[in-house]
């Protein structure tokens, strides 16, 4: 009985010490594991072979990737992620998100691949654009972003669809991407953007507002001087609202 008994418990050591190293090597691939279980660690870990990459990864992460090799200035491999994105789902908000990454990385806001090579989802695309939130937009880079493609997207409906509300709404974003130009020290354009603004929507005063801000920060300080005597005690927005509230307003947000 005792030899039995020995055997037993010898038997049963042996099984606790096997446990206790499958236990243990379980503890280190775990840790392991977690060292590595970042988006960027992996990443990092992998980012020399793409395929390997994204391998069953979902456009959430692979858009991550994306940014990454933007920080990285590897423009190539983040690019051939661009495709990649767009073929794993057909959802708007995707072309939205790399656009917004793009243009952060690059100043490309990636337009004519992402609304307006496919012709028959422009209308979508641009029905995307006016009804989404600008509000969880978190730069003025971004907002600068979101109006480049829209104007791109409003033109290229308008033909189809010369509509006067359309062409309202073009003065209107034609005017914004101006401001967020202005305030992104993105001068080269604006003026254009603004007189674009005035041809679509000609009863707006905004562009005509931002036109002497524009001239004065190119420099044109005679042109801007001129403007800005002209409209300073002409009705702006409201009876008790002048050119000179407006302008000393844009004064106080730059």
């Given amino acids: 009985m005792k030899l039995t008994t020995i055997l037993f418990f010898v038997i ?20 392991h594991s977690e060292r590595l279980d970042t988006i960027h660690d992996w990443f990092n870990l992998k980012k020399k072979n793409t ?3 994204i391998k069953g990864k979902n456009p959430d992460i692979v858009l991550n990737f ?7 200035k590897d423009r190539s491999r983040a690019d051939s992620l661009v495709s990649n994105i767009l073929k794993s789902t057909n959802e708007v908000s995707y072309r939205y998100k ?13 337009t004519h691949l992402l609304f307006l090579l496919d012709t028959n989802r422009v209308k979508q695309y ?3 654009f006016l009804k989404s939130s600008i509000s969880s937009l978190k730069s003025n880079g971004d907002f600068r972003a979101h109006y480049l493609d829209l104007v791109a997207l409003d033109s290229a409906f308008y033909k189809s669809t010369p509509d006067s ?12 991407l101006a401001w967020y130009s202005i305030l992104t020290q993105k001068l080269n354009d604006v003026e254009y953007y603004l007189k674009q603004s005035i ?3 000609p009863t707006s005063k905004y562009p005509y507002s931002n036109m002497p801000l524009f001239l004065l920060l190119k420099g044109r300080y005679e042109e801007a001087k001129v403007l800005y005597t002209k409209l300073r005690d002409e009705p702006f927005d409201g009876p008790d609202s002048t050119f000179k509230t407006e302008f000393l ?6």
């Fill in 51 to 53: 395929a390997n990459l």
């Fill in 66 to 72: 994306y940014e990454y090799y933007l920080k990285e």
């Fill in 12 to 31: 049963l050591l042996s099984i606790s010490k096997s446990q206790a190293k499958v236990k243990l090597q379980a503890n280190y691939e775990n840790s």
């Fill in 165 to 176: 509300l359309v062409k309202i709404q073009m003065g209107h974003h034609y005017n914004s």
């Fill in 98 to 110: 790399i656009s917004l990454v793009s243009y952060k990385y690059t100043y490309d806001t990636k």
């Fill in 199 to 201: 041809k679509y929507d």
């Fill in 126 to 128: 641009r029905t995307y």
């Fill in 249 to 254: 307003e844009d004064f106080r947000l730059l």
